[in-house]
């Protein structure tokens, strides 16, 4: 309460900054993403891009020149995030058409668009992994200098792997040594990479992978490793990677016996920190009722920044989704999710919100909320758990959570509003009515 007050009198005062902007959120009931419980009728004042009190209507007094921003009956959010999300793909079926056709308009209309379309979603934190070089750090750098609209975003710019696939050599480096490992992972490290993305790992000589994580951390970047696989992940945790991405292993009924042993003793290891793990796995759980109804591709909100002729092509390749190559095999999939999820979650590791947006049929406007409502509604998560791994576990994952990843006195006010009870209905959040970054209301 001392500090509330003192917050108070500081804005009362005048001691913030002349020309920034004074906001009160006032009304609603804010999941403020800590641990406490929500708060009703809350107040949160924001002067110029931070929050500087958070309250309730009968204590904290709102500033008479602050901006009023009445939340009232609704749910009151830290800014979501999605840690897996690809700002060069828009849901195209034909990677390969996309990657030939696209490739030099990525900086310019592709990734702002991406970038746009989640930030209207109420993604205000974002990992990016996997895309050109120089149009990742491009793009990152435009929204955080507040050029373009979107998320605060962490790059890892290209895919680390042994080869690259035909025709994606943009965006996918190949390892041939211990050397070149290096080499790579010096070259995205000096141009401002935030993490490295590695993959196919289980293709590496365990030197190659070794270098690679060592080179990163001497660079202080996290590796961040494909999980689609058991000797991906038996070979990252053995090399000290802690972050995965994916539900994995196609069709095999559950994660081996191995595999989530050694992935308990990891996450027993406090010393070295949390083992975080992206499932991405709404796609796959939520496909066969893409397959039936196909109203899905009807919205608008994913055209936004992207010229006719783009959306026409993209929905063109996914008018008959059943046909998409990509998910032929998740008839046999999708019965193992429900077991892999529960043993990742029983396994002591970090569970992150993250969809893989922009794959086929995975639109960046939409992935996130949808992601949140199968963890919910189909995987036995509670709300608090859920919203908590959209907010602030990725903060923490990326070593962000002194300014982002809850809303509390000091943080950045990246904050969402939803009109609704939330922790009732999760799947509200597809329609955020209220986004503001940087104390700057956007939506």
Same mark, same amino acid.
């Given at each position: 309460?001392?500090?509330?007050?003192?917050?108070?009198?500081?804005?009362?005062?005048?001691?913030? $900054?002349?020309?920034?902007?004074?906001?009160?959120?006032?009304?609603?009931?804010?999941?403020?993403?800590?641990?406490?419980?929500?708060?009703?009728?809350?107040?949160?004042?924001?002067?110029?891009?931070?929050?500087?009190?958070?309250?309730?209507?009968?204590?904290?007094?709102?500033?008479?020149?602050?901006?009023?921003?009445?939340?009232?009956?609704?749910?009151?959010?830290?800014?979501?995030?999605?840690?897996?999300?690809?700002?060069?793909?828009?849901?195209?079926?034909?990677?390969?058409?996309?990657?030939?056709?696209?490739?030099?308009?990525?900086?310019?209309?592709?990734?702002?668009?991406?970038?746009?379309?989640?930030?209207?979603?109420?993604?205000?934190?974002?990992?990016?992994?996997?895309?050109?070089?120089?149009?990742?750090?491009?793009?990152?750098?435009?929204?955080?200098?507040?050029?373009?609209?979107?998320?605060?975003?962490?790059?890892?710019?290209?895919?680390?792997?042994?080869?690259?696939?035909?025709?994606?050599?943009?965006?996918?480096?190949?390892?041939?040594?211990?050397?070149?490992?290096?080499?790579?992972?010096?070259?995205?490290?000096?141009?401002?990479?935030?993490?490295?993305?590695?993959?196919?790992?289980?293709?590496?000589?365990?030197?190659?992978?070794?270098?690679?994580?060592?080179?990163?951390?001497?660079?202080?970047? $996290?590796?961040?490793?494909?999980?689609?696989?058991?000797?991906?992940?038996?070979?990252?945790?053995?090399?000290?990677?802690?972050?995965?991405?994916?539900?994995?292993?196609?069709?095999?009924?559950?994660? $081996?016996?191995?595999?989530?042993?050694?992935?308990?003793?990891?996450?027993?290891?406090?010393?070295?920190?949390?083992?975080?793990?992206? $499932?991405?796995?709404?796609?796959?759980?939520?496909?066969?009722?893409?397959?039936?109804?196909?109203?899905?591709?009807?919205?608008?909100?994913?055209?936004?920044?992207?010229?006719?002729?783009?959306?026409?092509?993209?929905?063109?390749?996914?008018?008959?989704?059943?046909?998409?190559?990509?998910?032929?095999?998740?008839?046999?999939?999708?019965?193992?999710?429900?077991?892999?999820?529960?043993?990742?979650?029983?396994?002591?590791?970090?569970?992150?919100?993250?969809?893989?947006?922009?794959?086929?049929?995975?639109?960046?406007?939409?992935?996130?909320?949808?992601?949140?409502?199968?963890?919910?509604?189909?995987?036995?998560?509670?709300?608090?758990?859920?919203?908590?791994?959209?907010?602030?576990?990725?903060?923490?994952?990326?070593?962000?959570?002194?300014?982002?990843?809850?809303?509390?006195?000091?943080?950045?006010?990246?904050?969402?509003?939803?009109?609704?009870?939330?922790?009732?209905?999760?799947?509200?959040?597809?329609?955020?009515?209220?986004?503001?970054?940087?104390?700057?209301?956007?939506?």
């Amino acid at each position: 309460m001392g500090r509330v007050l003192i917050f108070c009198l500081l804005l009362l005062c005048g001691a913030s $900054p002349a020309l920034a902007e004074r906001v009160a959120l006032v009304g609603g009931t804010l999941v403020d993403g800590t641990l406490r419980e929500p708060i009703r009728n809350s107040v949160v004042l924001i002067d110029g891009e931070r929050i500087v009190a958070v309250g309730t209507v009968d204590s904290l007094p709102v500033p008479a020149d602050a901006r009023r921003i009445s939340t009232e009956g609704m749910t009151v959010l830290p800014g979501l995030w999605d840690m897996h999300v690809h700002l060069m793909l828009n849901g195209h079926a034909d990677y390969a058409h996309w990657d030939r056709t696209y490739l030099s308009q990525l900086r310019d209309v592709i990734m702002p668009a991406s970038a746009k379309q989640l930030l209207m979603a109420g993604v205000t934190g974002a990992r990016d992994l996997g895309a050109p070089l120089e149009d990742s750090i491009a793009v990152r750098d435009a929204i955080r200098s507040g050029r373009i609209p979107g998320p605060t975003l962490f790059v890892s710019g290209p895919f680390i792997q042994k080869k690259p696939y035909p025709g994606t050599e943009a965006f996918r480096w190949g390892v041939d040594s211990p050397a070149d490992g290096r080499a790579k992972v010096r070259r995205i490290a000096a141009a401002g990479v935030d993490v490295v993305k590695l993959i196919d790992q289980d293709q590496m000589s365990d030197e190659e992978i070794a270098a690679i994580v060592d080179e990163a951390t001497r660079h202080k970047l $996290p590796v961040v490793a494909h999980a689609h696989r058991p000797e991906e992940i038996r070979r990252g945790l053995k090399h000290g990677i802690s972050y995965f991405e994916h539900t994995g292993l196609a069709a095999a009924p559950e994660y $081996p016996e191995d595999v989530i042993a050694a992935l308990r003793e990891r996450a027993g290891n406090m010393a070295a920190g949390p083992v975080f793990w992206t $499932p991405t796995i709404e796609g796959l759980f939520n496909f066969p009722h893409m397959v039936r109804n196909h109203e899905f591709a009807d919205a608008t909100e994913w055209h936004e920044g992207l010229t006719p002729e783009i959306v026409a092509d993209i929905r063109g390749s996914i008018a008959h989704p059943e046909r998409i190559g990509y998910f032929q095999q998740t008839p046999q999939r999708w019965p193992t999710l429900r077991r892999k999820f529960q043993q990742l979650r029983e396994s002591g590791a970090l569970l992150l919100i993250g969809t893989d947006s922009g794959i086929p049929l995975k639109f960046h406007s939409s992935s996130t909320w949808n992601e949140l409502d199968v963890w919910v509604n189909q995987l036995g998560v509670s709300p608090i758990e859920a919203i908590r791994a959209a907010t602030y576990w990725p903060a923490v994952a990326m070593k962000a959570d002194r300014d982002y990843g809850t809303v509390t006195e000091g943080k950045y006010a990246d904050i969402i509003a939803v009109k609704g009870d939330v922790l009732k209905q999760v799947a509200l959040l597809q329609r955020v009515d209220i986004v503001i970054k940087h104390g700057r209301q956007v939506k």
